[in-house]
C-alpha cells in the first residue's frame, strides 16, 4: 500500500447522477405571467402590433414657452423613444390621451457639447414627436399654465 493509494477513487465513491428532470412548456412554468400578457393585449394598450405599451413610447412633454403657445393651436411636443416611428406616436397618443390625431411630425434633436472642468462631453440626443390633433380636440394637463 503506497502513500498515493488513499488518492484513488473506488468505484463506490462515484459521483451519483441525479433523476432527469423533464422540461415544462411555458404555459405550465408560468401561468400567471402568461395571463398578464394577454390581458394587456386584450385591453387595447399595445400600439402599433409590436406589442409596445404607450408610455415606453411617449416618454414626457416638452413644457416650454414656444411649445405653450403651440398647444393652442391643437399640436403638442413629446419626448419619445428614439426607435419609434410616426404611426406608433400616432396611436400611442390616442390610446393614452383618448384624442384624434392628424399629424405626426419627427425631429431627432442631436445633444449638445458640454465641459465639466477640464474633461470635454455631451448630453444625450433624443427624439422628438410634434403632434398635431384633429380640431376641437385638446390634452388637459400638458402646457405649463395648467400644471403650474
Do not use: C
Request: hydrophobic residues 35%; without cysteine.
Amino acid at each position: 500500500m503506497g502513500i498515493f493509494d488513499k488518492f484513488k477513487r473506488n468505484k463506490d465513491d462515484q459521483p451519483k447522477k441525479l433523476p432527469e428532470k423533464k422540461f415544462q412548456t411555458e404555459a405550465e412554468a408560468k401561468p400567471a405571467e402568461v395571463d398578464k400578457v394577454k390581458t394587456v393585449k386584450a385591453s387595447g394598450k399595445t400600439v402599433a402590433g409590436r406589442g409596445v405599451l404607450a408610455y415606453r413610447i411617449l416618454q414626457k412633454p416638452v413644457i416650454t414657452e414656444k411649445t405653450t403657445m403651440l398647444s393652442g393651436s391643437g399640436k403638442y411636443v413629446f419626448h419619445v423613444h428614439p426607435d419609434s416611428n410616426k404611426s406608433e406616436i400616432s396611436k400611442a397618443v390616442e390610446s393614452a390621451f383618448k384624442v384624434n390625431v392628424e399629424a405626426v411630425n419627427v425631429v431627432k434633436v442631436s445633444g449638445k457639447k458640454r465641459r465639466y472642468g477640464r474633461t470635454q462631453g455631451h448630453t444625450k440626443a433624443w427624439k422628438k414627436a410634434i403632434v398635431t390633433l384633429q380640431p376641437g380636440e385638446r390634452i388637459e394637463g400638458i402646457t405649463a399654465t395648467e400644471t403650474a
